[in-house]
T-cell receptor, first 114, second 113 residues
Framework: DTAVSQTPKYLVTQMGNDKSIKCEQN?????MYWYKQDSKKFLKIMFS???????INETVPNRFSPKSPDKAHLNLHINSLELGDSAVYFCASRAGDNVQETQYFGPGTRLLVL | GDSVTQMEGPVTLSEEAFLTINCTYT??????LFWYVQYPGEGLQLLLK?????DKGSNKGFEATYRKETTSFHLEKGSVQVSDSAVYFC????????????FGQGTTLQVKP
């Protein structure tokens, strides 16, 4: 009965590789997010989709590309990984009818680029 | 722009001590305010929230009151336990009305037995 799930939980890869992180929510929410948490625990929004449409796109390198095949899924593809991409990436979702509603977070994907 | 400032951590307390983690914000309008908790190795969980001025959010013995006059949302608990050791994040929705959640820098709480 997991609400927001992410795969994989851990990802260790070499610089220059391309990788994807997947997120799924079974809450019936319309809006999904990707956040990045750096080594100092600081959280910053990267992207948001509402019903498969991109609505927030922060200042993120274009090596990062989100894809939403349907409103229950939001994947994050990263090209040409760099050392600075090492972080924890969190997916979240929110009911879409009120922009001030609670966001529910996944368990995170811990990415380490060597 | 909108922002959230939390007290610097880490905060180290003995079990059963009183906890306060300060949070102040800058925003236009009346944003919803949140406290999230992140236990070691886990994702963020909603701890409590308040949606309008003078509202008090509460959960698991934690409380926070939405103070518009002081633009604050301080987190308190009367008696902490070792299991409360975690990182606590204060957050608000930005005034752009796009559903963008803005976080404070997080405060690490360590409770010793």
């Amino acid at each position: 009965d997991t609400a927001v799930s992410q795969t994989p939980k851990y990802l260790v890869t070499q610089m220059g590789n391309d990788k994807s992180i997947k997120c799924e929510q079974n809450l019936g929410h319309d809006t999904m997010y990707w956040y990045k948490q750096d080594s100092k625990k600081f959280l910053k929004i990267m992207f948001s989709y509402n019903n498969k449409e991109l609505i927030i796109n922060e200042t993120v390198p274009n090596r990062f590309s989100p894809k939403s095949p349907d409103k229950a899924h939001l994947n994050l593809h990263i090209n040409s990984l760099e050392l600075g991409d090492s972080a924890v990436y969190f997916c979240a979702s929110r009911a879409g009818d009120n922009v001030q509603e609670t966001q529910y977070f996944g368990p995170g994907t811990r990415l380490l680029v060597l | 722009g909108d922002s959230v400032t939390q007290m610097e951590g880490p905060v180290t307390l003995s079990e059963e001590a009183f906890l306060t983690i300060n949070c102040t914000y800058t925003a236009t309008g009346y944003p919803s305010l949140f406290w999230y908790v992140q236990y070691p190795g886990e994702g963020l969980q909603l701890l409590l929230k308040a949606t309008k001025a003078d509202d008090k959010g509460s959960n698991k013995g934690f409380e926070a009151t939405y103070r518009k006059e002081t633009t604050s949302f301080h987190l308190e608990k009367g008696s902490v336990q070792v299991s409360d050791s975690a990182v606590y994040f204060c957050a608000l929705y930005g005034s752009s009305n796009t559903g963008k959640l803005i976080f404070g820098q997080g405060t690490t709480l360590q409770v010793k037995p």
